[in-house]
């Protein structure tokens, strides 16, 4: 869809205004330019997309350090496995490799009860300032 987009978008609407009127055959196709209009990305002016790059790249980095930080600080419950206790979030993937189902249960509820245990601060940093 993104190529046929561009197509209609670089013919223009007066092209295709014009295509319409000398074929009829066209004319149910008159909603293609506005719909190429929405696939197309919006750009802002060189100017602007440089303002939004000076101060988009450092809040962004500070919240993912946030985010980061906010990650490692969170406590997760430990699971009690055949082969020993396994940390839900860093032993995620064999937790949930594991054939017990009430191990990988427990697994996943603990996962989540950590993040839910920090869910304003994970809100506060999803929302941003």
Same mark, same amino acid.
């Given at each position: 869809? @993104? $190529? @046929? %987009? ?8 007066? %092209?295709?205004?014009?295509?319409? %009127?000398?074929?009829?055959? &066209?004319? +149910?196709?008159?909603?293609?330019? @506005?719909?190429?209009?929405? *696939?197309?990305?919006?750009?802002? /002016? *060189?100017?602007?997309? +440089? ?6 790249? /450092?809040?962004? $980095? !500070?919240? #993912?350090? &946030?985010?980061?930080?906010?990650? +490692? ?8 496995? $055949?082969?020993?206790? &396994?940390? *839900? ?7 949930? &490799?594991?054939?017990? =189902?009430?191990? +990988? =249960?427990?697994? #996943?509820?603990?996962? #989540? !009860?950590?993040? @839910?245990? =920090?869910? !304003? ?9």
């Amino acid at each position: 869809m @993104a $190529s @046929a %987009a561009t197509a209609v978008h670089g013919l223009g609407k007066e %092209a295709f205004s014009q295509a319409t %009127a000398a074929n009829q055959a &066209l004319q +149910r196709h008159a909603y293609l330019p @506005a719909l190429a209009e929405q *696939a197309l990305g919006h750009r802002l /002016p *060189a100017d602007q997309q +440089r303002i939004l790059d000076e101060l988009a790249g /450092p809040a962004v $980095s !500070d919240f #993912w350090t &946030l985010h980061q930080k906010t990650v +490692r600080s969170t406590v997760f419950a430990r699971i009690p496995t $055949s082969t020993g206790e &396994l940390d *839900a979030k860093k032993d995620g993937v064999v937790l949930g &490799l594991n054939p017990d =189902r009430t191990v +990988r =249960r427990a697994a #996943w509820q603990a996962r #989540w !009860d950590g993040y @839910a245990s =920090r869910a !304003d601060i994970y809100a506060t940093i999803l929302l941003g300032p």
